[in-house]
């Protein structure tokens, strides 16, 4: 179990004062009173399941990385520093004092967030003393958040993850660029929101007798007949009552007109900060490009080199098969197929849930979509009895996170 030391002073706005003995932040409140310091020949304690999960593309917002450099200079500047070496271009910058046009390109959001998220997974293991391998069971992630959460779970290298990344989003961007060129008007993501989980079983039912992909009796797969930038396909499950479509902004509209008319839906719709139709068949060149990436020896000398480590420290759940991978070929398979297949995110939180009976989920990472999606279906929102949904997006609720895990831990012990 973990050991700790008492430590009470804070620092202006509310920020921890370093403990002398361990030099990690003192928690804020007199009534914790404590750091994260730990004792090595102290015995495992007994605890509730525990899962990490990483945002997706759309929470990204100037200045997210500006509290964490301000509160935890010494180990935030480092990792700045090697994500603009890594990437060779100076993402940070757009990040603290970019436009949020420049930030929203999906060649800019997609690796600004995924680094934001290792950056603030990294601070919780250097100044708060957190042993992820230790008190992590299962990472996931949604959509782009996978890559954070191989990183977590062990399989992926930081800044292998960033390159590739990084890589991805310029093909995907590419790819949306030649469906405007050949195509015309807009493309992009549009959330529905149904009032039950019975209503969006029916609405995805006739999304699918609409679009023609999956109609019955039918000879051959529409979807393979109609061009891909045509095409409008659901490309995330996210709850029992939200789906996301992704395609032509203009085909999606028209889509939604015929379930009002003809199908009698009328979900709630909501466009999202994407520029691009992500999980969709417009995405096959970023598809083959992961293939291609993830296939490639990483030293040109040795051809048994892998960008994979396998096994992992953790399992980590596949977005595609919503259950956790099984071998490096199969994740390398099921990460390349997520460019164009669904984000079966329900099912995943569904399978933790149930199955793994995971007590504790903890989102890391900026925005609050992660953690409001996994709390409405888990059907916690915070800390209770031996459990809880948290998220971690400033340093304030990173303190508050720490102490909660600590507190169900001693609750857990003593039932």
Known sequence: MSITFNCSRTLGRGLPRPCSRCRKPRAPDRASRRCMATTQDAPARKRPKTALFFPGQGVQRIGMLDPWLSAFPRTCTPIVEEIDSVLNFPLTRIISSGTNAELTQTGNAQPAIMATSILILRVLEEEFGFKTNERVDITLGHSLGEF?????????????????????????????????????????????????????????????????????????????????????LIANVNSKNQIVLSGSIERIHTLLTNLRQFGGHDPRHVRLKSDSPFHSPLMVPAQQMMKDYLYTPTDPSDPSSDIITWPGTMPCISNVSGRPFESSDKLKDLLARACVETVQWWKSVKYLHEEEKVKRYVGIG??????????????????????????????????????????????????
């Not at 015309?184 to 029916?202: D, I, P, R, W």
């Not at 609720?397 to 909660?404: L, P, Q």
Request: proline share 3%; net charge negative.
């Open 148 to 232: 954070a959460a191989l990183v977590a779970g062990g399989y992926l290298k930081f800044p292998d993850a960033l390159k590739m990344v990084r890589k991805r989003a310029d093909v995907m961007a590419e790819c949306s660029r030649r469906a405007v060129e050949e195509e015309g008007g807009e493309f992009g993501m549009v959330a529905l929101v149904c009032e039950s989980s019975a209503h969006l079983t029916s609405l995805i039912k006739d999304i699918h007798s609409f679009t023609e992909l999956n109609s019955e009796g039918s000879k051959t797969n529409a979807g393979e007949d109609i061009p891909a930038v045509q095409q409008v």
């Open 366 to 415: 900026p925005g609050k979509v992660g953690r409001n999606l996994v709390g409405k279906e888990v059907g916690m929102k915070g800390s209770v009895k031996g459990g809880g949904v948290w998220g971690i997006t400033s340093p304030r609720e990173m303190e508050e996170v720490v102490r909660a895990l600590e507190e169900t831990e001693r609750g857990d012990e003593e039932d």
